[in-house]
């Protein structure tokens, strides 16, 4: 029975799948609790039951541009309101009469302080409702509340600048129950052709903000296709400036034109101050760039894609760099991470000279083969390969050496310091299996020329 009497609360963020969460706001009617045990036991009778029942929407297709979008429900939640006697709304200052909403663009939000996926989300609807306000479009968001107590609600609330529905357990839970609301957060565009719950509207407004408005299935397969072009072939303009920034920054704070990127090969950099693992690649990536300016000059460069958490972290992060960065401020940041699918940090993405993506796998072939890798093509790495094997057949698989007691065989390792020279190296080495001890193949050579005839450098 706790099982029944609990709520589901799903969270979908850019950087990770959906989260599930079992809160117990309160008890679920009989009749609800009884359906839901209905389910359990016969689910394909149940389904059926409920395709039968009336839709709180009437999806139609959208007709016109893409921003275009039939609001059909709006008349009717004002009066949903008045059968329930709602005369007022709340605002964070005043009694707001709901006559005011007539002819507004109207979303319904459900959410609830005790949820920590709601708290999260909560900034991000602001910021699109802020946006959209400022833009001049008539919308209007209406909170109807999961809390448990007015003081929860109260609490939840003052970080809103849209109205609510005055607290009160009975009444929020008929809205919940006839827009069928079984996980929160859930934003509920009162509009034909709306993204629905189940296709992840809270993520589409995570995702591209402002831009998924009007909330339609249309715009949403639309903002898609623009992040397909821009991934498969990108215009460096387009792809890291926006309709008010054109440049880039240097690390002392010069304002570098994108275009200047034009023609060159170009990497993305995903990371952080804050990310141990992005704070050692950062050297190894630096020992690369420096190493591929001072050999072929001007064409190739970087930019840092931030994901530190403020502009502090920022300024710090960058000030270790020698090249460009996407503005902290800017929501590109954010829109090349979507674009890209970038799940995790460090990460490096190559575009080439043409503007097309050569590898999403940056990382690897830079912590591998360094400036060697340039101009960091599926190919270039296949011949790196094919010469590392090469190397390795003319290398004898063991050999002794006269610094060291044991036999020593030949290995590959990503990264190790020889024994004798006291140096970096990496690839092939002569391994002992006894102890923890390395040498380069040139070492080898050195003192004892005899038992190998190879060089390695």
Same mark, same amino acid.
């Given at each position: 029975?706790?099982?029944?009497?609990?709520?589901?609360?799903?969270?979908?963020?850019?950087?990770?799948?959906?989260?599930?969460?079992?809160?117990?706001?309160?008890?679920?009617?009989?009749?609800?609790?009884?359906?839901?045990?209905?389910?359990?036991?016969?689910?394909?009778?149940?389904?059926?039951?409920?395709?039968?029942?009336?839709?709180?929407?009437?999806?139609?297709?959208?007709?016109?541009?893409?921003?275009?979008?039939?609001?059909?429900?709006?008349?009717?939640?004002?009066?949903?309101?008045?059968?329930?006697?709602?005369?007022?709304?709340?605002?964070?200052?005043?009694?707001?009469?709901?006559?005011?909403?007539?002819?507004?663009?109207?979303?319904?939000?459900?959410?609830?302080?005790?949820?920590?996926?709601?708290?999260?989300?909560?900034?991000?609807?602001?910021?699109?409702?802020?946006?959209?306000?400022?833009?001049?479009?008539?919308?209007?968001?209406?909170?109807?509340?999961?809390?448990?107590?007015?003081?929860?609600?109260?609490?939840?609330?003052?970080?809103?600048?849209?109205?609510?529905?005055?607290?009160?357990?009975?009444?929020?839970?008929?809205?919940?129950?006839?827009?069928?609301?079984?996980?929160?957060?859930?934003?509920?565009?009162?509009?034909?052709?709306?993204?629905?719950?189940?296709?992840?509207?809270?993520?589409?407004?995570?995702?591209?903000?402002?831009? /998924?408005? &009007? *909330?339609?299935?249309?715009?949403?397969?639309? $903002?898609?296709? @623009?992040?397909?072009? %821009?991934?498969?072939? +990108?215009?460096?303009?387009?792809?890291?400036?926006?309709?008010?920034?054109?440049?880039?920054?240097?690390?002392?704070?010069?304002?570098?034109?994108?275009?200047?990127?034009?023609?060159?090969?170009?990497?993305?950099?995903?990371?952080?101050?804050?990310?141990?693992?992005?704070?050692?690649?950062?050297?190894?990536?630096?020992?690369?760039?420096?190493?591929?300016?001072?050999?072929?000059?001007?064409?190739?460069?970087?930019?840092?894609?931030?994901?530190?958490?403020?502009?502090?972290?920022?300024?710090?992060?960058?000030?270790?760099?020698?090249?460009? /960065?996407? &503005? *902290?401020?800017?929501?590109?940041?954010?829109? $090349?991470?979507? @674009?890209?699918?970038? %799940?995790?940090?460090? +990460?490096?993405?190559?575009?080439?000279?043409?503007?097309?993506?050569?590898?999403?796998?940056?990382?690897?072939?830079?912590?591998?083969?360094?400036?060697?890798?340039?101009?960091?093509?599926?190919?270039?790495?296949?011949?790196?390969?094919?010469?590392?094997?090469?190397?390795?057949?003319?290398?004898?698989?063991?050999?002794?050496?006269?610094?060291?007691?044991?036999?020593?065989?030949?290995?590959?390792?990503?990264?190790?310091?020889?024994?004798?020279?006291?140096?970096?190296?990496?690839?092939?080495?002569?391994?002992?299996?006894?102890?923890?001890?390395?040498?380069?193949?040139?070492?080898?050579?050195?003192?004892?020329?005899?038992? @190998?005839?190879?060089?390695?450098?």
């Amino acid at each position: 029975m706790q099982h029944i009497q609990s709520f589901l609360t799903f969270h979908r963020s850019a950087s990770s799948p959906f989260v599930l969460e079992t809160q117990p706001p309160y008890s679920l009617s009989l009749s609800l609790s009884v359906a839901v045990l209905l389910l359990m036991l016969q689910p394909q009778g149940l389904n059926k039951a409920f395709k039968k029942r009336e839709q709180p929407f009437n999806p139609a297709p959208m007709a016109g541009l893409n921003f275009e979008a039939t609001y059909t429900d709006n008349h009717d939640i004002l009066k949903i309101f008045t059968d329930e006697g709602v005369e007022f709304l709340l605002s964070s200052e005043e009694k707001v009469p709901v006559s005011d909403c007539d002819g507004k663009i109207i979303g319904l939000f459900f959410s609830a302080n005790w949820c920590r996926p709601c708290r999260a989300f909560t900034p991000h609807l602001v910021e699109l409702y802020e946006a959209l306000r400022k833009r001049g479009e008539n919308l209007e968001i209406i909170f109807i509340s999961f809390d448990r107590d007015d003081d929860g609600f109260k609490e939840h609330f003052k970080r809103m600048p849209w109205l609510a529905v005055p607290f009160d357990v009975n009444l929020h839970r008929k809205f919940i129950d006839r827009y069928r609301v079984d996980r929160i957060p859930s934003f509920i565009p009162l509009c034909s052709d709306a993204i629905t719950v189940e296709e992840d509207l809270i993520g589409c407004i995570e995702d591209y903000g402002a831009d /998924a408005f &009007p *909330f339609t299935r249309k715009r949403h397969e639309e $903002l898609k296709a @623009i992040d397909q072009r %821009k991934r498969e072939e +990108a215009n460096m303009e387009e792809l890291l400036g926006n309709e008010g920034r054109n440049f880039l920054i240097s690390v002392d704070d010069r304002k570098v034109p994108i275009a200047e990127l034009t023609g060159k090969t170009v990497g993305l950099y995903f990371g952080a101050y804050w990310s141990p693992p992005c704070c050692a690649f950062t050297l190894q990536l630096a020992n690369a760039y420096n190493n591929l300016k001072a050999a072929k000059g001007d064409c190739f460069e970087i930019v840092l894609i931030s994901t530190d958490r403020d502009l502090m972290e920022f300024n710090v992060n960058r000030s270790s760099m020698s090249w460009l /960065a996407v &503005p *902290f401020e800017d929501r590109t940041r954010h829109d $090349l991470r979507r @674009i890209f699918g970038i %799940k995790g940090i460090p +990460a490096l993405v190559f575009i080439g000279p043409d503007g097309k993506v050569i590898s999403v796998n940056g990382k690897f072939m830079v912590s591998s083969y360094g400036a060697e890798a340039f101009p960091f093509t599926e190919s270039r790495i296949r011949d790196l390969e094919a010469a590392l094997r090469k190397e390795g057949e003319a290398l004898p698989p063991e050999v002794v050496d006269v610094k060291h007691e044991h036999v020593l065989k030949l290995d590959m390792a990503k990264a190790y310091v020889c024994d004798s020279c006291k140096q970096q190296g990496k690839f092939w080495t002569f391994s002992c299996d006894v102890c923890d001890y390395d040498l380069h193949p040139s070492c080898l050579e050195k003192v004892n020329e005899k038992l @190998i005839d190879n060089s390695y450098t």
